[in-house]
């Protein structure tokens, strides 16, 4: 349960003590071409290439990836049993990775910020209780929805139930984001939105006037259900 009245904006220093100090999760299949140009992007766009680490999560049929030079992109693989859902992959790629920082990551993103690693840093360092939420410009979405949502480690293991239920695909991002839009409302002001460091989303269709996403409903629609079902139980760690 988050402890309100421990909620503290004292510089955290601990987060400079790992070299590894942001970890990206991204579940991947089959998509070698993005994860190698996901990996130069980012390791180009780095202040520090040794602050961070991506783990790509592929199932462990996946043969793909097997020639990929991953010590030399900063990629950390690790492997799940196929057709695991959304939740079960970032957890899978949550417990393999070292970072104090967790960043939920897709394939399909272009960085498109200098020294991105540092900006997040500055900012997760503020907080002594490491109780923070990071929100990047996706290029769509933008301030609406927290896409891409950047948090501790810290928080996982405080509401692991609560930040990654049962979702097939989608709205995990939407649990944590109503979180801290909670917190906020308290009075207790923990989400920081970004809109220079950004992170384009490639998944949506583009047209010449206009780009549109569509998730696919039919899961959408379960995942909206434990989105709702989850509700009293955010409430209570926020509480």
Known sequence: ???????????NKAFKKNSKQISLICPTKNN????????????????????????????????????LNADKLNICICKSRPKKNISQLLKTGIKNSCGKVIMFMNDDVTPKTKNWDNIILQLANRYQDEIFL??????????????????????????????LSKYKKYRIDDGIFHIFNMLTYAGFY??????????????????????????????????????????????????
């Open 1 to 11: 349960m988050l402890n309100k009245s421990r909620l503290q904006n004292k510089s």
């Open 32 to 67: 070698l071409t993005k994860i190698k140009s996901l990996a130069r992007k980012l390791k180009k766009l780095a202040k520090n290439e040794n602050s961070y680490e991506l783990v790509i999560v592929i199932d462990d049929n996946d043969l793909s990836y097997t020639n």
């Open 134 to 163: 990071i929100h990047c410009n996706d290029g769509y979405f933008k301030e609406s929805l927290c896409i891409f949502p950047i948090i501790s480690r810290k928080l996982i293991n405080l509401c692991p139930k609560v930040l």
């Open 190 to 239: 923990r989400e920081h939105y970004i809109d220079s460091l950004v992170f384009e989303h490639n998944h949506f269709s583009l047209t010449k006037n206009n780009a549109s996403y569509k998730p696919i409903e039919s899961i959408h629609k379960i995942d909206s259900v434990v989105f709702h079902q989850q509700k009293k139980q955010r409430i209570a760690y926020v509480k």
